[in-house]
Antibody, heavy 119, light 108 residues
Framework: EVQLLESGGGLVQPGGSLRLSCAAS????????MSWVRQAPGKGLEWVSG????????DYTDSVKGRFTISRDNSKNTLYLQMNSLGVDDTAIYYC????????????WGQGTLVTVSS | EIVMTQSPATLSVSPGERATLSCRAS??????LAWYQQKPGQAPRLLIY???TRATGIPARFSGSGSGTEFTLTISSLQSEDSAVYHC??????????FGQGTKVEIK
């Protein structure tokens, strides 16, 4: 069974940092591009960052460029999101999601981890 | 960036009736359009991709249509378990694969 399990969320003060993880199982992790998608309270879905199967290509939405870093460890079947300089607008549930490389939809999502930025 | 607009924001439908949801793109996305279902407290689930192809395990009462900038998700006979928020997403221009703001389907 294909599974994605996020962890690492929590309460952090503005300006703080947090590292999210997404443990994958049930598929050949290195064959799939991965992304982080977030959902602020009561809002729609927003793609945050993506990484290729090999990890040599990454992309970010403009609002997180220079603050967030996506990475993956294919030997551990794990995706990461290092989040620095967090602001209240970063408060959201963060989902990891997988897709085939190229113009394809997300075929599997994790259950999400909540990040709350508040003083 | 392509903007996706969904309508209506909320749809109230009686069990057994048809539900029709719309999604409009600010510029053409060809057929690179997906629909996701999200129930309260759960992650989104892929329903439709390629504008009209049902994902694995999705019941036949869900169907998608459209191309270019206008898309429709139809639930032919609404069941109680279909109460959810439905999101459309374009993946023609990647990144980012932009989402609509969602349509909430309620059971009347």
């Amino acid at each position: 069974e294909v599974q994605l399990l996020e962890s690492g969320g929590g309460l952090v003060q503005p300006g703080g940092s947090l590292r999210l993880s997404c443990a994958a199982s049930g598929f050949t992790f290195s064959s799939y591009a991965m992304s982080w998608v977030r959902q602020a309270p009561g809002k729609g879905l927003e793609w945050v960052s993506g990484i290729s199967g090999t990890g040599d290509s990454t992309d970010y939405t403009d609002s997180v460029k220079g603050r967030f870093t996506i990475s993956r460890d294919n030997s551990k079947n794990t995706l990461y999101l290092q989040m620095n300089s967090l602001g209240v607008d970063d408060t959201a549930i963060y989902y990891c999601a997988k897709k085939v490389a190229g113009n394809r939809p997300f075929d599997t999502w994790g259950q999400g981890t909540l990040v709350t930025v508040s003083s | 960036e392509i903007v996706m607009t969904q309508s209506p924001a909320t749809l109230s439908v009686s069990p057994g009736e048809r539900a029709t949801l719309s999604c409009r793109a600010s510029q053409t996305v060809s057929s690179n359009l997906a629909w996701y279902q999200q129930k309260p407290g759960q992650a989104p689930r892929l329903l439709i991709y390629g504008a009209s192809t049902r994902a694995t395990g999705i019941p036949a009462r869900f169907s998608g249509s459209g191309s270019g900038t206008e898309f429709t998700l139809t639930i032919s006979s609404l069941q109680s378990e279909d109460s959810a928020v439905y999101h459309c997403q374009q993946y023609n221009n990647w990144p980012p694969g932009t989402f609509g703001q969602g349509t909430k389907v309620e059971i009347k």
